[in-house]
């Protein structure tokens, strides 16, 4: 059975960098998307961003600037990094993985982790 | 962008009655890259439907995806305890990918 597992710092400083990884277990991340997607406290999801195994990307307009999603399929894990972080970025980080080639929906995710950004 | 506005926002209903959630896009979904995922509290989104009526693996058949275009439907034929929570729909057909603000599902 695939599962998937955020890790990473619950808390961040305003203005510093978010770095959250992704490791996947009982499957392959090769041949797969892997994404990120992130969830304010009671409110709604927002893609961020995903990454096919080959490294290409795609990335949310409204985020694009601050954020780098990256693969290492040796350690079959994926990294998110979310540059100059506001209270705005306090969240649940959701990393998913996709169903073969399709980046359309995703079929497997992790339990998510809480990120606050705070001073 | 594409919104996806759903509606309705709550819906209260008994075990037992069926549910009909709409999904409207503010443009045409590209080959029906529509999606929908159900959520418990504490609990990451699980997908229910893809490419808009195809149930994803393990899904009871009493979850049904509909429509086309700009208007898409879930339905849940019978409500079971176990399916009170929040849906969303999400479309892939354009990027960036988009997700509605939700329907929460209530015990009445």
């Known amino acids: 059975q695939v599962q998937l597992q955020e890790s990473g710092p619950g808390l961040v400083k305003p203005s510093e960098t978010l770095s959250l990884t992704c490791s996947v277990s009982g499957g392959s991340i090769s041949n797969y998307y892997g994404s990120w997607i992130r969830q304010p406290p009671g409110k709604g999801l927002e893609w961020i961003a995903y990454i096919y195994y080959s490294g290409s990307t795609n990335y949310n307009p409204s985020l694009k600037s601050r954020v780098t999603i990256s693969v290492d399929t040796s350690k079959n894990q994926f990294s998110l990094k979310l540059s100059s972080v506001t209270a705005a970025d306090t969240a649940v980080y959701y990393c998913a993985r996709g169903p073969g080639s399709s980046s359309g929906w995703w079929d497997y995710w992790g339990q998510g982790t809480l990120v606050t950004v705070s001073s | 962008e594409i919104v996806l506005t759903q509606s309705p926002g709550t819906l209260s209903l008994s075990p037992g009655e069926r549910a009909t959630l709409s999904c409207r896009a503010s443009q045409s979904v590209r080959s029906n890259y529509l999606a929908w995922y159900q959520q418990k509290p504490g609990q990451a989104p699980r997908l229910l439907i893809y490419g808009a009526s195809s149930r994803a693996t393990g899904i009871p058949d009493r979850f049904s995806g509909s429509g086309s275009g700009t208007d898409f439907t879930l339905t849940i034929s019978r409500l079971e305890a176990e399916d009170f929570a929040v849906y969303y729909c999400?479309?892939?057909?354009?990027?960036?990918?988009?997700f509605g603000q939700g329907t929460k599902v209530e015990i009445k």
């Open positions: 999400q479309q892939s057909g354009s990027s960036p990918q988009t």
